[in-house]
Structures are given as structure tokens and as C-alpha cells.
């Protein structure tokens, strides 16, 4: 157990629907991460917040969309979803940002998206 | 985009051999670091070396990064069955605070 939560694990579901990803951090730390991984595209940075506000934007799709919440969780909002969306979601934490971190980022599992 | 770029994509050795695996990155980095992924499961920190840093050891595993090459490899010793994973190279340029990950490099230890 790395200590970040990510729920669902398997998600399946069809096109045109709208799914809610949620991750929580590792305790203490205040940057949530989210990546994408497919097979073609490898791991795609997709959006990074901060104790509550967005720092940095990857290459996130209008239809998807993210926040953080003050208790630091965070979802990730998947709409009007394609077969292209299947992929792995992940999300890491880490106790400040990617600049400043000498630590690495912690990983969860991972939910697993697909779309039929 | 990706920033680092891992090779060989692909690797196999047999346990109690070395195994290298090297990653190119096109711009300046805050520091470099290298993650495995166990099939279909989270990726796992492996070690962070700071762009004023030359080399770095942890247990088997030992990390060399040269910044006028833009260019790191990751050594595993003495390799073991348990070591088959995807590695991966990531990094952030600048000031960004995109941590960037490569298509990683395949490892396939057979015992």
C-alpha cells in the first residue's frame, strides 16, 4: 500500500457517459498529480494541483476537468466519453511540487477505464 | 511530449546479469528521476538525482546522469527475477511543474 487511495480500481462504462474518479494523497502531502496511460501514448501528464488551486495543465481534454478539495482529495471528471478515453488513470502525491520535490512522486494503483 | 526518451525499449537478461538502460532529454532539468512499473500496477520511486549531481547508489541500483549530454542510466546489478518491470525516466524542465515521463524501457529477467 504506497499510501495514495484511488477508487474505483476497474471502471467500465459507456461512450457518451460521464465517470468521477477519486484520488486521496498520502497523508501530509499537498500535490495531487494525474496521469493518463495507454498503450499508444504512454504515461501523459494531465493536470497538477496544490493545496487546492492548479498549477500545472498537461495535455487534458476540455471534456475531462479536476479539482482538489480542501481535505486534499481530488477527482478527476471524465464527460462524454470515447472508446479512446480506455485507459489507465493514475494519481500520485507528493509533499510539495515537481520543481521543488527531491523526494519523487507516490503512485496509487490506478483505476481502470473502459469505455464500450 | 515527452521529455525523456528511454532505450533500449526493450531488454532481457539473465538473472545475476547487469542490466542498462539509458534516457535522453532535450532540455534542462531541475533533477531526473527513475520509476518501475510492475505490469498493469502503480509505478514505484526508484531514485532522484539533482541536476548538480553525478552519480547516485541505492542498494543494487546505481544512476549516473551527465547534463552536457542531457543523458542518464539506470544499472541494476546482479539482477533477479523479481526486477522484470517497465522503468521509466522522468524529469521537469526548468521551472515547470510538469514531471514528464518517457515510453520507458521493458526488463525481462529470466531466472
Known amino acids: 500500500d504506497s499510501g495514495v487511495t484511488q477508487t474505483p480500481k476497474h471502471l467500465i462504462t459507456a461512450t457518451g457517459q460521464r465517470v468521477t474518479l477519486r484520488c486521496s494523497p498520502r497523508s501530509g502531502d499537498l500535490s495531487v498529480y494525474w496521469y493518463q496511460q495507454s498503450l499508444d501514448q504512454g504515461l501523459q501528464f494531465l493536470i497538477h494541483y496544490y493545496n487546492g488551486e492548479e498549477r500545472a495543465k498537461g495535455n487534458i481534454l476540455e471534456r475531462f476537468s479536476a479539482q482538489q478539495f480542501p481535505d486534499l482529495h481530488s477527482e478527476l471528471n471524465l464527460s462524454s466519453l470515447e472508446l479512446g478515453d480506455s485507459a489507465l488513470y493514475f494519481c500520485?502525491?507528493?509533499?510539495?511540487?515537481?520543481?521543488?520535490?527531491?523526494?519523487?512522486?507516490?503512485f496509487g494503483s490506478g483505476t481502470r477505464l473502459t469505455v464500450v | 511530449s515527452q521529455q525523456g526518451e528511454e532505450d533500449p525499449q526493450a531488454l532481457s537478461i539473465q538473472e545475476g546479469e547487469n542490466a542498462t538502460m539509458n534516457c535522453s532529454y532535450k532540455t534542462s532539468i531541475n533533477n531526473l528521476q527513475w520509476y518501475r512499473q510492475n505490469s498493469g500496477r502503480g509505478l514505484v520511486h526508484l531514485i532522484l538525482?539533482?541536476?548538480?549531481?553525478r552519480e547516485k547508489h541505492s542498494g543494487r541500483l546505481r544512476v549516473t546522469l551527465d547534463t552536457s549530454k542531457k543523458s542518464s542510466s539506470l544499472l541494476i546489478t546482479a539482477s533477479r527475477a523479481a526486477d522484470t518491470a517497465s522503468y521509466f525516466c522522468?524529469?521537469?524542465?526548468?521551472?515547470?511543474?510538469?514531471?514528464?515521463f518517457g515510453k520507458g524501457t521493458k526488463l525481462t529477467v529470466n531466472p
Open positions: 500520485a502525491s507528493s509533499v510539495g511540487g515537481p520543481s521543488l520535490n527531491n523526494y519523487g512522486y507516490t
Open positions: 538525482i539533482r541536476s548538480n549531481e
Open positions: 522522468a524529469s521537469t524542465q526548468g521551472g515547470s511543474e510538469k514531471l514528464v
